[in-house]
């Protein structure tokens, strides 16, 4: 469980501060190239998480160059969702202060991101003989992010998730698996809100981002893998089509994914005209496609995200057209419209994640 945390938050941070209790064995853990990890003692045992946050802060307040935000998350969150970390920490970053999610109304401190200039207030507030994060939270200026803008960037609340009893931990990897990627900072940057904040684009045309355009001009394929050799170019020109649609150009995609013919090609094609709207045309795209490997893990997602709406559910089964005919009833504003965008956005993550695997070969 440590090593999946270790993964996410990597992805985002620098430097990673892990505190142990005395004795504890932990496995040997390795982060991304250019991330430090220390692992301290706990000076506080029986302190609670509270006692573990002032240790971690600590640390990382005596760093050679500290950051203004910590990012807080438990080991026992395996499914800690990266895109999630970024977006948490770039809320951090405009509002100034601490950050905390709020699920089924109970707050979840210990997946949450706060100022380090907090510390001399938390270190105050232990010293009073409180030890609860969930009661700090009530004596320190916070930010609530409620589940709609969570399922933006972590559509099945999966970061929430933890990991309490053996049978939690012996469903854990088939759990894992429906997790929706993240990709790199400069993908998830286009995926965002000029100014950092999460977005979901629109059911329908949506307006185009003109803040991304230049970048999504600059976007070669031979970026996508980081520089290593593109593998698939037809896979890596999928992956372009992609990101110009997900900020609302639709005709600069179409002049890619028409030229594409592929089972992938034709899904970003069929996107684009159902997005038009031109659910005639989107059908007739979709047929093309046939069966897509992320049909399976989508109808898982789209069952999480649809539960309480009027979709008409199939956890074992993902329909286009029944998505094409449903979608287009939906109330602008509605609760069933904002469940309709995050399957879209959960799709188009799924379909993005396979082409760009295919395109760097892996």
Excluded at 75 to 99: I, Y
Excluded at 318 to 330: E, G, Q, V
Excluded at 335 to 340: G, I, K, N, V
Aim: proline share 7%.
């Amino acid at each position: 469980m440590l090593e999946w945390v270790v993964d996410a938050v990597s992805e985002v941070v620098p430097h990673l501060v892990i505190v142990k209790a005395e004795g504890q064995v932990l496995p040997a853990l390795a982060a991304r190239s250019g991330v430090t990890i220390d692992v301290v003692v706990d000076t506080q045992p029986g302190g609670g998480p509270l006692a573990a946050v002032i240790d971690g802060m600590t640390v990382v307040a005596q760093s050679e160059n500290p950051p203004r935000h910590c990012f807080l998350a438990s080991c026992d969150a395996p499914r800690l969702v990266v895109g999630l970390v970024r977006h948490l920490l770039a809320v951090a970053q405009q509002t100034g202060g601490w950050v905390v999610p709020r699920v089924a109304e109970h707050p979840q401190p210990l997946v949450s991101a706060l100022p380090l200039s907090l510390l001399p207030a938390i270190n105050h507030y232990r010293a009073s003989g409180r030890r609860d994060l969930r009661g700090l939270a009530e004596v320190l200026a916070v930010h609530w992010v409620d589940e709609e803008a969570l399922r933006h960037t972590d559509p099945t609340l999966a970061s929430f998730r933890d990991i309490d009893t053996p049978a939690d931990l012996a469903t854990i990897q088939s759990m894992h698996d429906d997790t929706l990627p993240s990709f790199s900072p400069s993908v998830e940057a286009l995926l965002a809100n000029p100014d950092g904040s999460a977005r979901l684009p629109e059911l329908g045309p949506g307006r185009p981002v003109e803040a991304h355009r230049q970048a999504l001009r600059s976007l070669s394929v031979d970026a996508l893998c980081d520089g290593r050799a593109i593998c698939d170019r037809a896979a890596a020109q999928c992956c372009l089509a992609g990101l110009w649609l997900w900020n609302d150009f639709l005709d600069e995609s179409h002049q890619i994914s028409q030229g594409i013919d592929t089972s992938d090609g034709s899904y970003w094609h069929g996107i684009m005209h159902r997005r038009e709207p031109d659910p005639g045309n989107a059908k007739y795209w979709f047929q093309r496609v046939g069966a897509h490997p992320v049909f399976a893990p989508l109808a898982a997602v789209a069952a999480h995200l649809g539960a309480g709406s009027s979709f008409p559910l199939d956890a074992h089964a993902w329909h286009p057209a029944a998505f094409i005919d449903w979608s287009r009833r939906l109330a602008p504003g509605s609760t069933d419209m904002q469940a309709a965008r995050m399957m879209a956005a959960a799709e188009w993550r799924l379909l993005f994640g396979h082409c760009l695997r295919q395109a760097c070969g892996e």
